[in-house]
C-alpha cells in the first residue's frame, strides 16, 4: 500500500541550528515526492518536489530510494520557518493517480 | 485572480442534515481535488475532476458523499444525513496539466461540526 510517514509530530529547533524533517514513504513504483508546508493561518502550499532539484527558502530535499525516504533539510533555521510541514507522494498510473499526504510534522524554531 | 475559493469557510450542522460545500478554483485550471483533514492528520484524498469528469473516488467516500463538477468550472461536494464522524477541513485544490504531478494550489478549507 502507499504510504507517507513523518515519525515527529512535533519538532522544536533553536533559530540558527540545523533543522531536518524525516520522511519515509512506501511505493511500488516509481514515486514523486513532495513537500508542503502551511504558515499560520494561510492555506496550505507547495514548498518543493523531489523532480525540480530546487531549493526554497533554503530547504532542500533528496530523495533516497534506497532508503525509501525524502527527508527535508535546512542548514540554519530562521523565525519564520516555524509551520506545520506535510510531506506527501504521488505517481502516474490508472489507479493511482493522487497524491497522498504524510500526518505532518509542527516545526517550532526558538528564538 | 485571487486563488481557490471556498464557500462557506465555516459550517455547523446537526447530525442527520445535509451539507453542501462549494470550490471555484483557479479559473484555467482544468483539475480540482476535493481532500478531508481531521485534527492532526494530513490532507486525505477523497475525489478529483479532470475538466467536468469525475475520474477517482477514494474509498472514504461512501453513498453520502457526492461531488459534482457540471461545467467544468466551480464545484460542490454535498454531504447527507452527516454524522459526527464527518466533522472536519474539507479542502479544494486545482491544478493545470494532466497529472497529480502538477502544482495544486489549495483553497482556505471548510470546516464542518455536526452537533
Known amino acids: 500500500a502507499q504510504r507517507v510517514t513523518q515519525p515527529e509530530k512535533l519538532l522544536s529547533v533553536f533559530k540558527g541550528a540545523p533543522v531536518e524533517l524525516k520522511c519515509n514513504y512506501s511505493?511500488?513504483?516509481?514515486?514523486?515526492l513532495f513537500w508542503y508546508v502551511q504558515y499560520s493561518r494561510q492555506r496550505l502550499q507547495l514548498l518543493l518536489r523531489?523532480?525540480s532539484r530546487e531549493s526554497i527558502k533554503g530547504f532542500t530535499a533528496d530523495l533516497n530510494k534506497g532508503e525509501t525516504s525524502f527527508h527535508l533539510k535546512k542548514p540554519f533555521a530562521q523565525e519564520e520557518d516555524s509551520a506545520m510541514y506535510y510531506c506527501?507522494?504521488?505517481?502516474?498510473?490508472?489507479?493511482?493517480?493522487?497524491?497522498?499526504f504524510g500526518p505532518g510534522t509542527s516545526l517550532s524554531v526558538i528564538p | 485572480d485571487t486563488g481557490v475559493s471556498q464557500d462557506p469557510r465555516h459550517k455547523i450542522t446537526k447530525r442527520g442534515q445535509n451539507v453542501t460545500f462549494r470550490c471555484d478554483p483557479i479559473?484555467?485550471?482544468?483539475?480540482l481535488y476535493w481532500y478531508r483533514q481531521t485534527l492532526g492528520q494530513g490532507p486525505e484524498f477523497l475525489t478529483y475532476?479532470?475538466?467536468?469528469?469525475?475520474l477517482e473516488k477514494s474509498r472514504l467516500l461512501s453513498d453520502r458523499f457526492s461531488a459534482e463538477r457540471p461545467k467544468g468550472s466551480f464545484s460542490t461536494l454535498e454531504i447527507q444525513r452527516t454524522e459526527q464522524g464527518d466533522s472536519a477541513m474539507y479542502l479544494c485544490?486545482?491544478?493545470w496539466g494532466t497529472g497529480p504531478t502538477d502544482t495544486q494550489y489549495f483553497g482556505p478549507g471548510t470546516r464542518l461540526t455536526v452537533l
Open positions: 506527501a507522494l504521488s505517481g502516474r498510473g490508472t489507479s493511482y493517480d493522487k497524491v497522498i
Open positions: 485544490a486545482s491544478s
Open positions: 511505493y511500488s513504483g516509481s514515486p514523486e
Open positions: 479559473s484555467e485550471h482544468n483539475r
Open positions: 523531489h523532480i
Open positions: 475532476f479532470q475538466n467536468e469528469a469525475q
